[in-house]
C-alpha cells in the first residue's frame, strides 16, 4: 500500500466531473487542480514514510527472528511454553489499557494534529493506573490456582513490559500521523538490538528465561524514553491533565478499542486455551508454528501505520481516490501474501526443520493450517482501515466481534479431538483451525461491508490466476521435487514469481518502474503514472 493511487496499471485516477488523469474540467491547460496535487504530494509523504518503516520493520524483524528461534532451541519445549504463556497473558491482559488510543490517533491526528496535546497526559495517569491494578491481580490470581514462582516473576517483568510497549504504541501513532518517522525507524532498530543482545546475554551466562524478560524490560523503557523527546518536538506533547479532552478522546477511541480487544482474545486467547486444555508442551509446539507466521508478517503493520492516515485525509476529499487507493492496497497485499501462504503450505517441514530442529517436527501441521491467516489477515487490515477511514468504526467493531465468539469457541470444541485424532502436535491443528477461521470470516464481513471499493473487476481477475499460478506451483512440488528439502522450497518461489509476473498474476507496477529504471532495460517494461 505504498503507492496507492490510480488504476491496476498505476495511472492516475480521473476526478469526478474533470478530463482523465486528474486534469479536472475548468483546470487551465489541463494542470491538475489542488486537490489531485494535493492527493499526488501526500502520496509521496506516505510513500517516502512506508519506505522508512519498512527498512526499520526489517531490521527489527531480523533481531526479533533470531531472538524467537533462539528461545525454543534452547528452552525446549516445555520451558518455552512456560514463556509462552506468561506473554500470552500479559499481552492479552495489557491490550486493557490500549484503550483504542492509537488507531484514533492516526485518524484523528491525521486531519486534526492539534488535538495531540490536549490528551495524552490524562491518557498517560490512567494507563499507569489502570496497569497497577491488572498487575496485582494477575499476581493474585495466579498465586491462588498455584502457578510456580517462575511464572510469577515472568508475568511482573513481562506485564510492566507490556505497559511500556503500550505507551510505545501510543507516541509511534502520533510521529505516524504527522509523518515524522525518521527518528522512530532508527528507535524501532535500536530498542530491538538491545533486547536481541541482552536476551542472547541471558540465556549464555544462565539467567534463563527471566533475563531474557529483563531485557524485553529494559529495551521498551529506553524506547518510551527516546520516542516521548522525538513527540514533544514534532507533535508537542505535554504532561499536563485535561480531564474533559481525556474523555473525549477515550470516548472516540472505544469502537477502536472493542475490536483491539477482540482481535487480541482472538489471536492470543487461542494460545492460553491451548495451555489449558491440552498442557504447556503442545502450547510450546503450537506456540513456534504461530512465531514463524507472526515473525513473516513483516508488512502488515505499515498497513495500519501508513494507509491509515492515508485512508482517513482521502475520505475527506473524495470516494473515488478512496476506493481506487483501497482497490490498490488489496492487490498489493494480495500479491505479497498469496505466495508467502502457498510456500509456507508446501514448506513447513523445511522451514520447521531449519528453525527448530527435530524437537519441533510436531509444529508442521500447524505450521501449514495456520498458513492462509497472511491472506485473511492482509484482507481485513485493509478493509478495517478504509472502514475507519470512512467514518465507520463501530462497523469494525461489530465485526471484529464475529471473530472473538467464534474462535475462543472452535478452539475450545477442536483442540481435544484433534489431539486425541493427530497425536503430538494435534492440539495445535485444532487451534490453527479455529483461528484461521475466525479470520476468514472477519476479513469476509470486512470487504463485504466495503461493497465495490474492495475489489473491481481487474482485481478479482489477478486473484483468479493467483489462484491459478498457485495450485500449478503445488502440484509440481508434490509430483515432480518431493523429498528434495530446501532446493525444493526455492525451485516453488522462483517457478511461482516467475508464472506470476509473466501472467501478470499479482499487482507488478512497482517491479516495472524498477526494471525500466536499469540500463539496457530501459524501455522495455512500461513505466505507468
Known sequence: ATAPTGSPTGSPVPVPGGAPGGAPGGAPGGAPSRGATTHAADVRSSTRNATKLALSLLGTWSVGFAVRVLLPRHLGPSLFGVYQFAEVLTASLFILVTFGIETYVRREVAIRRDQAPAFYGGLLLLRALLGVLLLVGSLVVLDHVGRPPLVLQLVLLLAVAQLFTVENGTLAAFLHAVGEVDGLSIFNVASKLLWGLGAIVALLAGWGVLGVAAALLASEALKALGLWTLAR?????????????????????????????????????????????????????????????????????????????????????????????????????????????LLLVLGADVVVGVLFGPAYEPSVRSLRVLAPMFVFTYIAMVSSGALTGLGRGWRVTATSMVGVVVTPGLTWLLVPHTAAAYGPGGAGIGAALALCTGEALTAILLTASLGGRAFDRPRLVMLGKMAVVAAGVAAMDRLLLAGHGLPRVLVDAVVYAAAAYAWQAGDFAFVDRVLARIPGLRGRFATPG
Open 233 to 341: 518536538r514534532h507533535v508537542g506533547l505535554r504532561l499536563r491533565v485535561d480531564a474533559r479532552a481525556t474523555r473525549a478522546a477515550i470516548v472516540g477511541g472505544a469502537p477502536f478499542f472493542v475490536a483491539g480487544v477482540s482481535l487480541e482474545l482472538m489471536n492470543r486467547g487461542t494460545g492460553a486455551l491451548v495451555s489449558i486444555r491440552a498442557g504447556d508442551t503442545e502450547l510450546g509446539w503450537y506456540g513456534a508454528a504461530a512465531g514463524v507466521i507472526g515473525a513473516a508478517l513483516l508488512l502488515a503493520p505499515l498497513v495500519g501505520w501508513v494507509l491509515l492516515p492515508l485512508t482517513a485525509r482521502t475520505s475527506e476529499r473524495s470516494d473515488a481516490e478512496l476506493a481506487a487507493l483501497v482497490r490498490r492496497a488489496m492487490g498489493m497485499v494480495l500479491t505479497l501474501a498469496v505466495p508467502t501462504t
